[in-house]
């Protein structure tokens, strides 16, 4: 049952802090990846297990977003998002406090990587305040909290170069305590969200075949952004011999840009269509992945990567301007799902850097599979437009439960 109100004029203020919520959130959800060449120094890591330490935590958000998604949709995203908060304090702590070998790091990721869930809470909690034609937008501000990916390559490494990294952890329960009180005070529920969904009304949005096309589309443009987000000082460092603090502030302004263009992706989205925005930039991005793997002069490379990552930013804004139109009343669950599956493409994508570049000595066939996987991403866009009439819904037309 859903509850009525005769207007719903929006929330700045839940707006504002569930962007805050999503910027610690992200900020955390990333750090090992910030601090990556400072932990596999200490630990002498391998390439496949660098790969593997920075993509962990991604890999544990993305599967805590299901499951967020519902608990967000069944009672609430204030009330989840603040226990998610709350429960964050803890790796930051036994991070900070204990000596821990590879195996240790790893289930660290696993409880930091729950941070990668407030995907599934801050976005349903902004979204239910706005009607249909402002998704993209406000969707985009809000989710432009990504932009804690800069926050992290800014700050971490020159932390941990003064106190260790193990210092850094421990200083980040300061900004997190801040952001658990603001959230706390002035988030606010909509009383336009809808309430009281059946385990029916769940499994029916999963059995869409349009819910399936949003993560293969999300895998590609968020889990572009946040692998690369995790992995480019790594990648930095291996192949153009970066120093770590180089490395973190080209990364910075990698997802700064990635973070701040996702907001324009969904406003253009508003206005030209998702559809059209999302098959443009998933050509780009298939063609600058294939240029990265060329692995060109640092000149050069530059400008792809903080090109790619624009498109990547965009690409997300693109993608969750269609979601809430699609899903409006199951957009916690929705969200959840489409967004875990963006961060298993982020778990995948250093994974595979890594193992790759383990076994052959390159990352160029890595790079060549991201690409051609971008590709096909953009074929199956193109087929879905022609051969089923719900992908040509616009803002003015919404079809609430057409099913592919």
Known sequence: MQTSAPTNKGSAVTVFASFLHFDMCFTLWVLLGSLSIYITKDLHLNSAQQGLLVAIPTLSGSLMRIVMG????????????????????????LGWLLPVNFSGMIALGLLLGVAGSSFAVA???????????????????????????????????????????HAVLGLAMLPLAVVLLVFFLLAKESPTRPKGLTLNQYLSALRSGDMWWFCLFYSVTFGGFVGLSTFLPLFLKNQYAFNPVTAGLLTAL??????????????????????????????????IYLLISFLPAIEVLIWLVLLIM????????????????????????????????????????????????????????????????????????????VLQQGWRFTPASVPESKAA
Not at 70 to 93: H, W
Not at 254 to 263: I, N, Q, V
Not at 310 to 324: E, H, K, S, T
Not at 353 to 359: A, D, E, R, T, Y
Request: charged letters at 10%; proline letters at 5%; one cysteine or more.
């Open 70 to 93: 519902v608990l967000s949709d069944r009672f609430g995203s204030k009330r989840i998002g603040t226990a998610m908060l709350l429960f964050l304090f803890l790796p930051l702590l």
């Open 123 to 165: 976005l349903p909690l902004a979204s239910h305040w706005y009607p249909p034609s402002r998704q993209g937008l406000i969707m985009g501000i809000t989710a432009a909290g990504n932009i804690g990916t800069v926050v992290a390559n800014l700050s971490a490494p020159s932390l941990a170069k003064a106190y260790g990294w």
């Open 254 to 287: 990698a997802a700064f840009l990635g973070s701040t263009f996702r907001p324009l992706g969904g406003f253009l989205a508003d206005k030209l269509s998702g559809i059209r925005m999302l098959t443009v930039l998933l050509l780009c991005i298939g063609v």
């Open 310 to 385: 624009i498109c990547l930013g965009m690409g997300n804004g693109a993608v969750f301007q269609l979601v809430p139109q699609r899903f409006p009343r199951e957009i916690g669950v929705a969200s959840g799902l489409v967004g875990a599956f963006g961060g298993i493409g982020g778990f995948f994508l250093p994974t595979l850097l890594g193992s790759v570049k383990q076994l052959s000595g390159s990352y160029s066939v890595g790079l060549v599979v991201l690409a051609v996987i971008a590709c096909i991403a953009l074929v199956a866009l193109r087929v879905l437009v």
